[in-house]
């Protein structure tokens, strides 16, 4: 069975950095997109960013584009997302996705809090 785990969120100020781990317990050989998605206090799971297989680019939300990175270690099985120069505004919990052919596999989250 695959389990994912994210890791790496904790509580920064304004204009800070996190660096967000997510690992997977096995490579999925059928993998069809992955991401980041979030979900902010008393609001809806959101797409942070995202690689669908197939498509040249990876996709940012409007918001983040140009100050979160993600990117990936085949041979750890990690996904990775760096964000940088942080504001109170990207407080959430934050949950990788891997998806294959058959269903979605999700962490269970780790939380980024920013205060000013």
């Known amino acids: 069975q695959v389990q994912v785990e994210e890791s790496g969120g904790g509580s920064v100020q304004s204009g800070e950095s996190l660096t967000l781990s997510c690992v997977i317990s096995?490579?999925?050989?059928?993998?069809?997109?992955m991401g980041w998605y979030r979900q902010p206090p008393g609001g809806q799971r959101e797409m942070v960013v995202g690689?669908?297989?197939?498509?040249?680019?990876?996709s940012y939300a409007r918001s983040v584009k140009g100050r979160f990175t993600m990117s990936r270690d085949n041979a750890k099985n990690t996904l990775y997302l760096q964000m940088n120069n942080l504001k109170p505004d990207v407080t959430a919990i934050y949950y990788c996705?891997?998806?294959?052919?058959?269903?979605?596999?999700w962490g269970q989250g780790t939380q980024g809090t920013v205060t000013t």
């Open positions: 996705i891997h998806r294959d052919t058959e269903k979605d596999y």
């Open positions: 690689r669908t297989m197939g498509e040249r680019q990876t």
């Open positions: 096995k490579k999925i050989f059928t993998i069809v997109h």
